[in-house]
């Protein structure tokens, strides 16, 4: 008697070990490992081609892995219900397993499709959880304990073998054009793969992160001695379990070990992994409230920026041609690597929310695009965190110029990416304005500032704290913070607070770093 096979969908867990649903499924039956390029996802304003090559080199390894198993992976290209339909069809599959997928507005409504799918034909759909997030949770309390708990649990081991299915065609990894993607150029793009994210975590715990500390907050340094694990985590080429268990291993190798290269490393991985419950953190107020991707954290900001981008500020910042030569670097630089360190990605997003007064709606969008580790779950709250409208965390307005000089003060990187400014001397790198050769450079080979950082940043921050005087403000952000602030912070609800200007500036809930770029 034939045994029907189990579906295996792909999404953001792409390998074979640590697959709690891969593992569940093989020990049930034959199984039929299936990823889907769905054309209208990629049509999204989120999506590009960076992000498209990247997990197609990390598929290209998966099928690798699967041909190993004995059972090719089958990769199709549509609509997710069709490809399913098609599959139950013509191998009377009756079961499908996933892994719980936090992404963005589509996939959601997506898998709601998905699921009225499976109730129609009678498809038992299985979705497992992979990371510290947890669905239908109902409120943060003992979330951090739960964390621990799981990461601790032990991994999902790989099949030896999967039984080939008869009649079912490996299929192929699509084009960009293919899928209608634009070009893509990004030269500097990490590749993909789980051979890739494993030498990646292996050099950091060797001693690669031995400063990360102390360089994870300047794009001189981040690009080395930071983790550079999240495109990994992102689409699931290395699962968050590995990936913690292996710095407490490395943590546990270290004590004792009373050399100072030995002290500095245990130092840094206790903060990097710190950062991983972060990480699950800032997922978990998407995956708990999935409108923040579109709307407002907090009601009272509706309104208060335009609805619209000034379609030039938003070129400018773009193309990092804003005439502030440190944040144009890192913009430049973000378009050629896909990666960006955390400090940085809050700059970026500071500056167009405050000093352009942008939509961070808009900006976010680029930013995702440009991000080959983009992650919906951390992006977004991320983002609104940055633009001030989460109604808990306190007014963050990064000056350029200031972190020029803090984190570039010889403007080494600031050359790299703008070689424009070849000819500056040190002293005016980061305020070439002030260059008595600037009449030269500026209004030509390089863009005056677009505006005055000073002046816009009081403007914003006026309006920003002009939206929280209302009667009604701290009443929500107490529920906000109830819902999706962190149990570890121990700051009082915003109501018990005192309501002047100053402690205003100092609501900060959740004081957290952009922790998708660690």
Not at 71 to 98: C, F, M, N, Y
Not at 103 to 120: E, I, L, P
Not at 146 to 160: I, K, L, N
Not at 259 to 279: D, F, I, M, N, Q
Request: hydrophobic letters at 35%; proline letters at 6%; charged letters at 25%.
């Amino acid at each position: 008697m034939l045994v029907a096979p189990h579906i295996l969908w792909f999404k953001r867990d792409l390998r074979i070990k640590d697959n709690a649903a891969l593992s569940e499924a093989a020990a049930r039956g034959p199984v039929i490992p299936l990823y889907i390029f769905e054309p209208e996802l990629w049509r999204q304003p989120d999506a590009s081609g960076r992000q498209r090559a990247f997990i197609s080199e990390t598929l290209a390894e998966l099928q690798r892995a699967f041909d190993a198993l004995g059972q090719p992976l089958v990769i199709r290209t549509g609509d997710a219900v069709k490809v399913l339909e098609t599959l139950r069809q013509s191998h009377g599959a009756t079961a499908l397993w996933s892994h719980e997928e936090t992404g963005n507005g589509w996939t959601f409504a997506r898998d709601k499709a998905v699921a009225a799918w499976a109730r129609q034909q009678g498809v038992e759909w299985r979705e497992l959880r992979q990371n510290g997030v947890m669905r239908r949770l109902k409120d943060r309390n003992g979330w951090a304990k739960a964390w621990d708990g799981f990461m601790a649990t032990s991994q999902a081991h790989p099949p030896r073998i999967l039984p080939p299915i008869k009649n079912t065609q490996p299929g192929g990894i699509p084009s960009a054009s293919d899928l209608g993607i634009a070009p893509d150029a990004c030269p500097e793009r990490q590749p993909g793969g789980r051979r890739e994210a494993l030498a990646t975590l292996d050099s950091f715990l060797a001693g690669r992160g031995r400063n990360y500390r102390r360089g994870m907050s300047s794009p001189v340094t981040g690009f080395e001695q930071c983790s550079r694990l999240s495109p990994y985590l992102a689409f699931g080429s290395i699962s968050m379990r590995e990936t913690a268990q292996a710095v407490w291993r490395r943590l546990g190798d270290l004590k004792g070990d009373p050399t100072p290269e030995a002290k500095a490393l245990r130092a840094s991985l206790v903060s990097y992994s710190g950062r991983l419950h972060w990480h699950c953190h800032f997922m978990q107020k998407l995956e708990s409230e999935p409108r923040i991707e579109f709307e407002n954290f907090h009601r009272a900001y509706d309104g208060v920026r335009p609805s619209e981008a000034d379609h030039r500020h938003l070129a400018a910042w773009s193309k990092g041609e804003t005439g502030f030569p440190f944040l144009d670097a890192c913009m430049r630089a973000l378009d050629a690597t896909g990666w960006m360190n955390f400090r940085m990605r809050a700059m970026l997003m500071s500056f167009a929310s405050y000093q352009l007064w942008l939509p961070w709606r808009e900006t976010g969008l680029h930013l995702a695009r440009q991000f080959t580790d983009y992650e919906p779950g951390i992006h977004w709250p991320q983002t609104q965190m940055q633009s001030g409208t989460t109604g808990i965390n306190t007014v963050r307005v990064y000056n350029p110029v200031k972190q020029g000089y803090d984190q570039d003060p010889n403007g080494a990187f600031v050359r790299r990416w703008i070689p424009e400014l070849a000819g500056v001397p040190d002293a005016f790198i980061q305020e070439p304005w002030k260059w008595d050769g600037a009449s030269a450079l500026l209004g030509g080979a390089y863009p005056e500032r677009i505006v005055d950082h000073i002046a816009s940043a009081k403007t914003a921050q006026s309006k920003i704290y002009g939206a929280r005087r209302s009667g009604a403000f701290h009443a929500e952000a107490d529920g906000i913070q109830e819902k999706h602030g962190s149990r570890k912070s121990g700051i009082a609800p915003i109501r018990q607070q005192q309501g002047s200007r100053k402690s205003s500036s100092n609501q900060m809930i959740l004081n957290l770093p952009m922790v998708n770029g660690d």
